[in-house]
């Protein structure tokens, strides 16, 4: 079956622009994260949705960054007025959300944003 | 503050013999820990995980150690092969009780098995 994927897989932006990314995540799962993972580094958390509603957002690093998932399915990542620090591998996971088989999260092959 | 910490940046292993990957945090709030496995341009790959009442688990080649009182995990390949050659995460969860098991990385080590 289809895994997660994301699109693009790479955006290049230019300092001040805004950029959205989207997840598409696999079918049936209610559970979805996103995480960034900038180099050297292991993925740091964002923002997680359990449905349609953003029910942990305590990773997003500020209000520039914003995500909606309003049918409790793809997600769109929203950074507005990108800044180079803003350069990173951003990754989303679903996973089924209950259970023991909720800590299995599913990863997509990211998209790596370079703000210039 | 990292909360889980892979000292370990890389590690280097002949084909056949064991790979030993390491893992500590320091959250005690942590009750479930994964590793994940990164190839190159793709996203990490769930490999095993572990339950904090529990000290081991085995799937295949794969077995994570979890020792508590150190806060310290492992993960043992035995016997490693070519196709092994990846970027290790090891990742820490807590259950809330709700559904979020939003998880914390550590920076990853980056195995090579040699042939």
């Known amino acids: 079956g289809a895994g997660v994927s994301q699109t693009p897989s790479n955006k290049v932006t230019e300092k001040g622009k805004y950029v959205e990314l989207r997840c598409d995540p696999i079918?049936?799962?209610?559970?979805l994260y996103w995480y960034r993972q900038s180099l050297g580094q292991g993925p740091e958390f964002l923002i997680y949705?359990?449905?349609?509603?953003?029910?942990?957002d305590s990773g997003l690093p500020n209000d520039r960054f914003f995500a909606v998932r309003p049918e409790g399915s793809v997600s769109t990542l929203k950074i507005q007025r990108t800044e180079r620090g803003d350069s990173a591998v951003y990754l989303c996971?679903?996973?089924?959300?209950?259970?023991?088989?909720?800590?299995?999260?599913?990863f997509g092959p990211g998209t790596r944003l370079t703000v210039t | 503050d990292q909360q889980v910490k892979q000292n370990s940046p890389s590690l280097s292993v002949q084909e056949g013999r064991i790979s030993i990957l390491n893992c500590d945090y320091t959250n005690s709030m942590f009750d479930y820990f994964l590793w994940y496995k990164k190839y190159p341009a793709e996203g990490p790959t769930f490999l095993i995980s572990?339950?904090?009442?529990?000290d081991k688990n085995e799937d295949g080649r794969f077995t994570v150690f979890l020792n508590k009182s150190a806060k310290h995990l492992s993960l043992h390949i035995v016997p490693s092969q070519p196709g092994d050659s990846a970027v290790y995460f090891c990742a820490a969860t807590v259950n809330s009780g709700g559904s979020n098991y939003k998880l914390t990385f550590g920076k990853g080590t980056l195995l090579t098995v040699n042939p």
């Open positions: 996971a679903s996973s089924s959300g209950t259970g023991t088989s909720g800590y299995e999260q599913y």
């Open positions: 079918s049936g799962h209610t559970a």
């Open positions: 949705f359990q449905g349609t509603g953003a029910a942990d």
């Open positions: 572990i339950s904090s009442i529990k």
